[in-house]
Nanobody, 116 residues
Framework: QVQLVESGGGLVQAGGSLRLSCVASGRAFSLNVMGWYRQAPKKQRELVATITRSGTISYADSVLGRFSISRDNAKNTVYLQMNSLKPEDTADYYC??????????WGQGTQVTVSS
C-alpha cells in the first residue's frame, strides 16, 4: 500500500505563486507515475501534470508555461510549482500515483484559492 499526503495549498492573489508538495510513504519504491489532478466546484476532476520516475513530464494545456512539476525520488516526493495563478485555478488539488502494476493511489487533497 501507498499513502500520499499533500501540503502547500492556501489562499493567494491572482498572479501569485504557490508550491504544492506530496510525500509518498509505504511502498513508495513501487511508484512509476506521480502527478496532480484538480477539481473545481461542480466540475469534474482533471489532470494537471504528471511525471514518471525517469522524468518524463506532461502538462494540461491550461497550465502549460505557468506550472512546473518535479520529483525527488530519494524523498518520494512530487512538487507542483504554480506561478501566475488565475482565479480559474481555484480547486482542490489531489496528488495521484500509479505503480508498476497499475494500482492507483490518491491523496486527500489540498485546497487552492486564487482571489481576483
Amino acid at each position: 500500500q501507498v499513502q500520499l499526503v499533500e501540503s502547500g495549498g492556501g489562499l493567494v492573489q491572482a498572479g501569485g505563486s504557490l508550491r504544492l508538495s506530496c510525500v509518498a510513504s509505504g511502498r513508495a519504491f513501487s511508484l512509476n507515475v506521480m502527478g496532480w489532478y484538480r477539481q473545481a466546484p461542480k466540475k469534474q476532476r482533471e489532470l494537471v501534470a504528471t511525471i514518471t520516475r525517469s522524468g518524463t513530464i506532461s502538462y494540461a494545456d491550461s497550465v502549460l508555461g505557468r506550472f512546473s512539476i518535479s520529483r525527488d525520488n530519494a524523498k518520494n516526493t512530487v512538487y507542483l510549482q504554480m506561478n501566475s495563478l488565475k482565479p480559474e485555478d481555484t480547486a482542490d488539488y489531489y496528488c495521484n500515483a500509479l505503480d508498476y502494476v497499475r494500482s492507483v493511489y490518491w491523496g486527500q487533497g489540498t485546497q487552492v484559492t486564487v482571489s481576483s
